[in-house]
């Protein structure tokens, strides 16, 4: 038997895995200042990339300051969230536009800080992969935003509210939180999404 055939063996193939682990579809957030972007504690980093920019250090902003669910930084009208509750008799609550921030989380003060003319308003607008594209040169934020995509989520705002993410949505932003943690230098993500048929349709088929 030559060298390529013993190692093509089911046995020598499952000694390369390491590791096998499970994300389920648990929501991530219950509200929309959870994000895909705090959830794999990127945003920390980015927080923090903010807070060592010279105007920041002028004006002693600390990485708090660029935080939407915290006081100095983010717009008090719609406490960080971008969006205003209306509460309405016998209908369903809807949410419109902050109109101080303009849906943009943050004071004006805050979004006047511009990394490569960008603020951090800016960056929550961003999908996952121009996130990635745009912090290349910051190995940690770059590495965890291209598992995003790498996992199909390229797509998804990096402040897009966590509620309104899919099971499968949920389940792909799982494994780089899980690569972090078990600190995997070589992966290669699974995804197995269950589907639930309809009831009506799994009633018509009894």
Known sequence: MSQNAATSTP???????????????????????????????????????????????VRGYSASRFSFNAEGGRCETCKGQGVI???????????????????????????????????????????????????????????TLSLLV??????????????TLSGGEVVACGTPEQVAKNRVSRTAPFLRRVLKAPRQQTARSS
């Open 85 to 143: 509750k209306l509460e309405m008799n016998f209908l369903p609550s809807s949410y419109v536009p902050c109109e101080d921030c303009r849906g943009r989380r943050y004071n004006p003060q805050t979004l006047e800080v511009l990394y490569n003319e960008t603020s951090i308003g800016d960056v929550m607008e961003m999908t996952i992969e121009e996130g990635a594209q745009f912090f290349s040169a910051h190995p940690k934020i770059a590495r």
């Open 150 to 163: 790498d996992t199909g989520l390229g797509y998804l705002k990096l402040g897009q509210p966590s509620p």
């Open 11 to 57: 046995e020598a193939r499952s000694s390369q895995i390491a590791a096998i682990y499970e994300v389920d579809q648990l929501p991530i957030g219950k509200t929309s200042r959870s994000t895909p972007g705090t959830y794999v504690k990127v945003f920390d980093e980015i927080r923090n990339l903010y807070a060592q920019l010279p105007v920041s250090r």
